[in-house]
């Protein structure tokens, strides 16, 4: 942890009091599908975003990162004012964002110390592993503990909604939060999002010789504007025209009487979160029944109705998708928000060389930039690291 150390000392000239993290996270399966009260399948991975922490006696939050040059510094007392005239953007908007929201969820931030944030990530940016909420959830971790508060994990994964809504902008679910706190080793988090009920579900891939290899393209996104939340104002149109609450009211039983209510677009919009709802629900069971090297074909299924249906995918990440098929993974699909980022693949370990050159070459074939390849353990979730 010396990066994030020598970063606070950098800014502060001090050690911290402590130092916290939290994960980002692969969603196994279930896109889309959060933010229409449905279910998902994420589970955390072992790269984490690292804050490291101080009080100050100035009433100060100051933060600063390894993703910009500059520290940004506001009084905590100013932090409604600030949100409130739109002063909270770019990369602090997040940690600021949070602190916010905190204050919007029954913290006392009039009486909150000033504190200082140091924030180093190995979680890679806009590949789809939620690098947001490793920083939100690491960032709230140690200013509720910090400031006295104690709050359980559906507040704090609220929290850290609300700061990437309403302070980033980014119109997000609350999946990538949940799963960021309450990762487990070599299990996943079924998360009933409309109830915010979660399950940990055992996956069984170590014992099975099992991989997940994250394919990242290298094309980046950006949720705060264009396709994400067209999506999303899409499900919520098909929603309203179905006489539902949300997507996860529609049953796929119901989908021949949606295509004779909706347009053709929002239709296959509609078609996808359905189905990818049941996809969900039918890993689960397989997991549990068959285990896990008999999901590979919904896993397939997944990517084929957000290529489809949902039309998110990318032709990087249909060619990643399709290579890692060819040369022996049990399925392969994108994941997270869509437009680029990155593909998984889970796979025998043994496959992993074919499935790396087979992937490496098809990229080359068509011109594309090389992707980055690497493995992911299912882990733990936020903590106090120290």
């Known amino acids: 942890m010396s990066g994030v150390h020598d970063l606070f000392a950098e800014l502060t000239g001090r050690l911290p009091e402590g130092v916290w993290?939290?994960?980002?996270?692969?969603?196994?399966?279930?896109?889309?599908?959060?933010?229409?009260?449905?279910?998902?399948?994420?589970?955390?991975?072992?790269?984490?975003?690292?804050?490291?922490?101080?009080?100050?006696?100035?009433?100060?939050?100051?933060?600063?990162?390894?993703?910009?040059?500059?520290?940004?510094?506001?009084?905590?007392?100013?932090?409604?004012?600030?949100?409130?005239?739109?002063?909270?953007?770019?990369?602090?908007?997040?940690p600021l964002g949070v602190a916010w929201a905190l204050g919007e969820f029954g913290v006392d931030l009039a009486a909150a110390s000033g504190v200082d944030l140091a924030v180093d990530s190995e979680v890679p940016v806009g590949a789809g592993l939620s690098s947001s909420a490793a920083i939100e959830?690491?960032?709230?971790?140690?200013?509720?503990?910090?400031?006295?508060?104690?709050?359980?994990?559906?507040?704090?994964?609220?929290?850290?909604?609300?700061?990437?809504n309403d302070?980033?902008?980014?119109?997000?679910?609350?999946?990538?939060?949940?799963?960021?706190?309450?990762?487990?080793?070599?299990?996943?988090?079924?998360?009933?999002?409309?109830?915010?009920?979660a399950e940990v579900v055992t996956l069984g891939f170590a014992e099975a010789d099992l991989v997940v290899r994250v394919l990242d393209t290298g094309v980046r996104h950006e949720h705060a504007t264009g396709g994400y939340r067209e999506r999303r104002a899409s499900c919520e149109a098909g929603a309203a025209a179905l006489g539902v609450p949300a997507l996860r009211d529609v049953d796929v039983s119901d989908l021949d009487r949606a295509r004779e209510v909706l347009d053709e677009e929002t239709f296959r919009r509609v078609r996808h979160v359905v189905t990818e709802d049941q996809r969900v629900l039918d890993t689960v069971r397989t997991l549990r029944e068959h285990g896990p090297a008999a999901i590979g074909a919904l896993l397939d299924a997944s990517h084929t109705s957000m290529r489809d249906d949902f039309e998110i995918s990318a032709p990087e990440l249909d060619v990643a998708v399709e290579a890692a098929r060819s040369a022996g993974a049990l399925g392969a699909r994108m994941t997270g928000g869509g437009f680029g980022g990155a593909a998984i693949?889970?796979?025998?370990?043994?496959?992993?060389?074919?499935?790396?050159?087979?992937?490496?070459?098809?990229?080359?074939?068509?011109?594309?930039?090389?992707?980055?390849?690497?493995t992911v353990v299912p882990s733990p979730g936020a903590r106090r690291d120290e």
């Open 21 to 94: 993290s939290a994960p980002g996270r692969v969603n196994l399966i279930g896109e889309h599908t959060d933010y229409n009260d449905g279910f998902v399948l994420p589970f955390a991975i072992d790269r984490r975003t690292r804050v490291a922490a101080a009080p100050r006696t100035d009433g100060v939050l100051r933060v600063v990162s390894t993703f910009a040059a500059e520290s940004v510094a506001l009084p905590v007392a100013d932090l409604a004012r600030a949100h409130a005239a739109g002063h909270l953007r770019g990369w602090s908007a997040y």
């Open 137 to 164: 959830n690491a960032v709230a971790i140690a200013l509720t503990d910090l400031w006295g508060s104690d709050l359980d994990w559906k507040t704090l994964a609220r929290v850290g909604q609300r700061a990437e």
């Open 167 to 197: 302070a980033v902008g980014a119109p997000t679910g609350i999946m990538d939060q949940c799963a960021s706190l309450l990762g487990r080793d070599d299990a996943a988090v079924f998360l009933d999002c409309r109830a915010l009920a």
């Open 345 to 374: 693949a889970v796979a025998p370990s043994g496959a992993v060389p074919a499935i790396s050159a087979a992937v490496e070459k098809a990229f080359a074939a068509r011109g594309f930039a090389a992707p980055t390849q690497f």
